[in-house]
């Protein structure tokens, strides 16, 4: 297989043309707790997943197609893809 480019020179899936969105995969390892009431309510587990360990692939995948295409470096790259389109 040819070497993959960078995330960043990619803007869409040579595949299957998806411009929209890809993903990376990540491996979690951990352990946390979950809470529950006394009184049987439900209560707020909003943080339940945040003492867990990702561990990131070197690959972004296209969501539509499952190809890879491209290169993915979680430290270099994550911070570029991080913008909020609703603010
Ligand atoms: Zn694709």
Same mark, same amino acid.
């Given at each position: ?21 890809? &993903?990376? *995969? ?12 006394? =009184? %049987? ?19 972004? &995948?296209? *969501? ?12 270099? =790259? %994550? ?9």
């Amino acid at each position: 297989m040819s070497k993959l480019p960078p995330i960043q020179e990619v803007s869409a899936c040579p595949h299957c043309g998806n411009d929209d969105e890809f &993903y990376v *995969m990540q491996t979690y390892s951990g352990r946390g707790i979950y809470r529950r009431g006394f =009184d %049987g309510y439900v209560t707020d587990n909003s943080h339940m997943y945040d003492c867990l360990d990702a561990k990131v692939s070197k690959r972004a &995948y296209c *969501m539509t197609c499952d190809k890879p295409v491209a290169q993915w470096d979680e430290n270099a =790259d %994550g911070p570029h893809y991080i913008k909020q389109k609703y603010d």
